[in-house]
């Protein structure tokens, strides 16, 4: 059992799959990667989740929790840029464990890509549909976050996922329209925003700590309940909760690492969209994220639609119409680069016998994973048609940071094992940074709710007797499935 969960998938095993017919398309270019990244990076952080953490857990200083977000983000992407240089290749996280700590480690972070990106798409659809209902008046018992059945998310993730199937090359290109929309929207809001900003709404700049309102154990910061402090709000424990939480608004640049296999010169252009995009929507969060909070007083943010709302607070109401307009378009294009994701992630691990082998397999026309794919949507459709977007982000984020632990972990792990491998880009101080992203990456996790942590749990364990009744039993690195360890890995014992 200990050594089926440590064996490892060679290297050059998973560098000669991009090279195979059978493999994904190679057809995305640097400006592609960049596209998708600001896609998929730039939607929930700027459109729901600022203006709920702002007015829950830190107010103002909402905005320095984008900062540690973005810091955090920024040691993690350079240890993604390393790996995805070296080992471009569908799967990212999930087949560099494989390729460097072993099968188990692998199948738990596979797993926890498929909750991050199925939850994301979950959250952000049910965010597009309220800014929907927004912006046409359309009835909330359908559209918003007390539907019973939200019918908006339903019906944007069924167009998206027509759309995933047919092509990423057609992905790309729409992904790229609407993040001109996007962009456009967000230096509106930061350019007339900025003239209606009253400073009295920053001070306090980190509104004092107090306690809960409804105090509930289950929804402490883990650290805070293992202390045994008293559950609170704003002051510097809010401050980092809500760094938690908004850390999902950047959790998409690592969906990039998973495009690996289709990009023509993925040593040079994958780590141009990696950073570029992560160092775009840092300046953007930040600056939308400072508008907001200084327009309107951070106790009377509006949770559903916070940007809308406080340009209708102000008198410009026409603004926020363009603001919904802009959120519906630029929503879309994350849920689409969250649903190519998934397809990627779960083609792996259907290609490595881990998942039923159909799933690893691509449309003969189209050159997509679209079992997978259709299969992910069907799943993700259900979450956001019944499940509120407050109980869906920070399982987001939970699954996030363990993947960019492990991603982390695995660079000095294959400097170690592949010291001869081409490495595009390099890790300064490593294993300096990757131990200090670890870090970080699991002190922000111990900043999430016991809740989340418990559903967690379940969900690793329901992972785990998944994969020993039968990932394990049909990988392709089983006895008599078909060796592809090689000579030049170092073996696990």
């Known amino acids: 059992m200990t050594s089926a969960f440590r064996r490892t998938i060679s290297v050059s095993a998973v560098l000669d799959r991009g090279k195979s017919k059978d493999g994904l398309r190679k057809r995305l270019g640097a400006k592609d990667m960049i596209g998708f990244g600001v896609g998929i990076i730039i939607g929930t952080g700027i459109f729901t989740l600022a203006g709920v953490e702002a007015k829950q857990h830190a107010g103002p200083a909402v905005t320095l929790s984008f900062v540690i977000g973005a810091v955090v983000a920024a040691l993690a992407a350079i240890c993604y840029a390393e790996m995805a240089s070296s080992v471009p290749t569908a799967g990212s996280a999930y087949t560099y464990a ?9 199948w738990i972070i596979g797993w926890d890509l498929l909750l991050e990106f199925s939850l994301g798409a979950a959250v952000v659809s049910r965010g597009w549909s309220g800014y929907l209902a927004d912006l046409f008046g359309l009835p909330p018992e359908l559209f918003g976050e007390e539907a019973v059945v939200n019918v908006g998310a339903v ?9 995933a199937v047919v092509g990423i090359k057609m992905s790309a290109l729409f992904t790229n329209a609407l993040v001109v929309v996007k962009l456009i929207v967000c230096v509106l809001v930061i350019g007339i925003g900025a003239f209606f900003v009253t400073a009295a709404n920053w001070r306090p700049f980190v509104p004092e700590s107090r306690q809960a309102e409804a105090p509930d154990v289950l929804k402490q910061p883990i650290i805070e309940a293992g202390l045994g402090i008293e559950p609170t709000m704003y002051g510097t424990i809010g401050l980092l909760t809500a760094a938690a939480v908004v850390f999902f608004a950047y959790t998409g640049f690592e969906a990039l690492a998973n495009l690996g296999e289709e990009v023509r010169r993925p040593q040079r252009d994958l780590t141009i969209g990696l950073l570029g995009a992560l160092s775009i929507c840092a300046v953007l ?6 508008v907001l909070t200084g327009m309107v007083p951070y106790a009377e943010i509006d ?11 102000v008198g410009l109401s026409w603004v926020g119409g363009i603001i919904s307009l802009g959120a519906v378009t630029g929503l879309t294009s994350v849920i689409l680069v969250q649903l190519v994701t998934i397809g990627r992630i ?7 016998g881990l998942l039923p082998r159909q799933l ?7 050159g997509t994973p679209h079992r997978m794919t259709v299969g992910a949507a069907v799943l993700v459709g259900v979450l956001a048609a019944l499940v509120p977007i407050d109980e869906l982000a ?7 940071l363990s993947a960019m632990i492990i991603v ?17 880009f390099r890790v300064p101080f490593s294993p300096v940074v990757p131990a200090l992203t670890a870090a970080a990456c699991f002190y922000l996790m111990l900043n999430l709710d016991v809740i989340t942590w418990l559903r967690f749990a379940v969900w690793l364990g329901l992972g785990m007797v998944i994969y020993f009744a039968y990932g394990r039993k049909h990988s392709h690195l089983a006895p008599g499935n078909g060796d592809q360890t090689d000579k030049d890995d170092i073996p696990v014992s």
Do not use: C, N
């Open 394 to 400: 920070d399982m987001v984020s939970i699954g996030a």
């Open 303 to 313: 949770s559903g639609a916070p940007l809308a709302k406080a340009f209708d607070a």
């Open 155 to 163: 019906l944007i993730l069924a167009i998206l996922t027509v759309v």
């Open 98 to 106: 494989f390729a460097t700590l072993g099968e188990g480690f692998a």
């Open 346 to 352: 779960g083609f792996s691990m259907g290609r490595d």
């Open 285 to 290: 969060y930040v600056g939308v994220s400072l």
């Open 408 to 424: 982390a972990v695995a660079v000095p792990v294959l400097r170690k094992q592949r010291p001869d491998l081409r490495r595009p």
């Open 360 to 366: 690893g397999t691509v449309h003969p026309r189209w």
